[in-house]
């Protein structure tokens, strides 16, 4: 089998929209998707499970592309936008407790030793409004970029920027003691 080039595959599946043509598109960009997801944090199997969701809204969608030129572009804005809605559910999800193991968790947390790591970012993050530690956690836990936390809550770039910016700010106190006797 052949390869074609992408604006070929392209040409062709927007000309004859049909199983035949979407499978080259879906040969052509699949990994390419898979690709993109990976290098913003995805696990492999999230990355083709978006991949596919991407490509299924470009099957049932491709009549509605303005320009045909910018297949590419508007595919990736599809992906771009999966992400953003995948992010966005994961930010809701509430975290649930299973209560058979409540006692044994509780006696080895009062084991556990006050200096963990764990224990001191808890403490700083008490002194947080609720926004300050979401974006906290977001950025330096989960590694998210500035786009992406923007994106997922809705706000603009420069309001992440800033709430990251007064959070570290209101840690300085508690931080620079802890640095000096490092």
Same mark, same amino acid.
């Given at each position: 089998?052949?390869?074609?080039?992408?604006?070929?595959? =392209?040409?062709?599946?927007?000309?004859?929209?049909?199983?035949?043509?979407?499978?080259?598109?879906?040969?052509?960009? =699949?990994?390419?998707?898979?690709?993109?997801? +990976? =290098?913003?944090?995805?696990?492999?199997?999230?990355?083709?499970?978006?991949?596919?969701?991407?490509?299924?809204?470009?099957?049932?969608? $491709?009549?509605?592309?303005?320009?045909?030129?910018?297949?590419? $572009? %508007?595919?990736?804005?599809?992906?771009?936008?999966?992400?953003? +809605?995948?992010?966005?559910?994961?930010? +809701?999800?509430?975290?649930?407790?299973?209560? $058979?193991?409540?006692?044994?968790? *509780?006696?080895?947390?009062?084991? =556990?030793?006050?200096?963990?790591?764990?224990?001191?970012?808890?403490? %700083?993050?008490?002194?947080?409004?609720?926004?300050?530690?979401?974006?906290?956690?977001?950025?330096?836990?989960?590694? %998210?970029?500035?786009?992406?936390?923007?994106? *997922?809550?809705?706000?603009?770039?420069?309001?992440? +920027? %800033?709430?990251?910016?007064? $959070?570290?700010?209101?840690?300085?106190?508690?931080?620079?003691?802890?640095?000096?006797?490092?």
């Amino acid at each position: 089998m052949y390869k074609l080039n992408e604006e070929t595959v =392209t040409a062709r599946f927007l000309e004859f929209p049909g199983e035949a043509s979407f499978e080259e598109v879906f040969r052509a960009f =699949t990994p390419q998707l898979i690709a993109f997801f +990976r =290098t913003r944090g995805c696990k492999p199997a999230l990355a083709e499970d978006l991949a596919q969701e991407v490509m299924l809204s470009v099957y049932l969608k $491709a009549g509605q592309l303005r320009d045909r030129a910018l297949f590419r $572009a %508007w595919l990736f804005k599809i992906a771009r936008n999966a992400l953003c +809605r995948h992010y966005g559910r994961q930010s +809701r999800e509430v975290e649930t407790v299973d209560l $058979a193991n409540v006692g044994d968790r *509780a006696a080895a947390a009062i084991h =556990t030793p006050a200096a963990t790591r764990a224990f001191e970012f808890r403490h %700083w993050m008490a002194f947080l409004d609720s926004r300050e530690q979401e974006v906290m956690r977001l950025r330096f836990v989960e590694d %998210w970029e500035y786009q992406e936390i923007a994106s *997922a809550h809705a706000v603009p770039i420069g309001t992440v +920027r %800033w709430r990251v910016f007064v $959070a570290k700010k209101k840690l300085v106190p508690y931080l620079k003691p802890r640095q000096k006797a490092a």
